[in-house]
């Protein structure tokens, strides 16, 4: 029987996790507080945005929000983010991407305090994980971990194949494989025989931005699929980069899209802002 990963009922486990230990933190004196920042008004992103407000309502998080207009400058940007690395107030900042065409997301990223880094995207942050240091970690993949941990998943000395070399996802996944003991094969666009590749994997992580690509020539019996991609079909339905019922019956468990990794991300920057508490 394959077990579905059920991503919305996890992550709801960890907010209400959150929501207490928040509360006990109130009751010392201790808050947290996340501000988000949004440059000009693209759908996708507000949708986020709101959202990231909502878990922050939900757990007693203060947040934030900062809305900016579409021209505004990198400057004006990098001021507003000085000005909340030095504001005691704010435990985490979180500047939603993408940004606006004049605006260098790198530049942005590294202004951002290490200490304040919620989304684990600095420089700092990413060489804290290679080196097995303390930081914070992006939370796309700190989310698969934990979905693969409280499904009682072992990940030491199992073969771990990660789709997709992103900096926000596929590299920090690997990482943390390895750091979980798993032994870990990273391919991306250039790698040979990716079926042949991916046939080995105990554990494979798919987050190539490709809808279904992966089908059941690329999974073995008995495997554990964790799919990151999210799509939106042409009948408007949701899907992901693996062909979820073609590979059903292999697997020995899956996440589905929705409600699989999907919501763990947003859990995984509240357990983030509540990193210091
Ligand atoms: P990206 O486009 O930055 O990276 C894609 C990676 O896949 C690249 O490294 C590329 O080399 C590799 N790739 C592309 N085509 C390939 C192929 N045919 N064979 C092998 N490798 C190939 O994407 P990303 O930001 O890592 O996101 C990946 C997917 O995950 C997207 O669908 C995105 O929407 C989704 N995503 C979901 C969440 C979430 O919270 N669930 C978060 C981030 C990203």
């Not at 986020?48 to 203060?62: L, P, Q, R, S």
């Not at 008995?222 to 339905?237: C, L, Q, S």
């Amino acid at each position: 029987m394959t077990v579905i990963i059920d991503g919305k009922a996890v992550s709801k486990r960890i907010k209400d996790e959150l929501k207490e230990l928040v509360a006990n933190k109130k009751a010392q004196g201790k808050t947290a507080c996340l501000a988000v920042i949004q440059v000009g008004n693209d759908p996708a992103s507000s949708v986020y945005v709101n959202n990231k407000k909502k878990a922050c309502e939900y757990i007693g998080i203060g947040s934030k929000s900062y809305e900016l207009k579409e021209e505004t400058s990198q400057e004006e940007l990098l001021s507003l983010i000085d000005s909340l690395n030095e504001d005691d107030d704010v435990s985490g900042i979180l500047v939603q991407l993408p940004l606006p065409g004049h605006i260098n997301e790198d530049t942005v990223i590294r202004r951002i305090s290490p200490k304040k880094d919620v989304d684990g995207f600095h420089p700092m942050s990413v060489g804290a994980l290679s080196i097995g240091e303390d930081g914070f970690v992006s939370c796309t993949p700190q989310g698969v971990i934990e979905l693969l941990k409280r499904y009682d998943i072992e990940i030491s000395g199992k073969e771990c194949v990660v789709v997709g070399r992103s900096n926000i996802v596929g590299k920090p996944m690997a990482m943390l494989l390895l750091r979980e003991n798993g032994t870990v094969t990273l391919c991306h666009s250039k790698t040979r025989d990716l079926k042949a590749v991916c046939k080995r994997a105990d554990i494979l992580v798919v987050a190539v931005g490709k809808p279904k690509l992966i089908d059941h020539e690329y999974v073995k019996e008995g495997a554990v699929v964790i799919d990151v991609g999210i799509h939106r079909m042409e009948n408007g339905k949701l899907c992901g980069d693996v062909d979820y019922e073609d590979v059903y019956d292999l697997c020995s468990a899956i996440t589905p899209v929705p409600g699989g990794v999907g919501p763990m991300t947003i859990a995984m920057l509240m357990k983030n802002c509540c990193k210091n508490l």
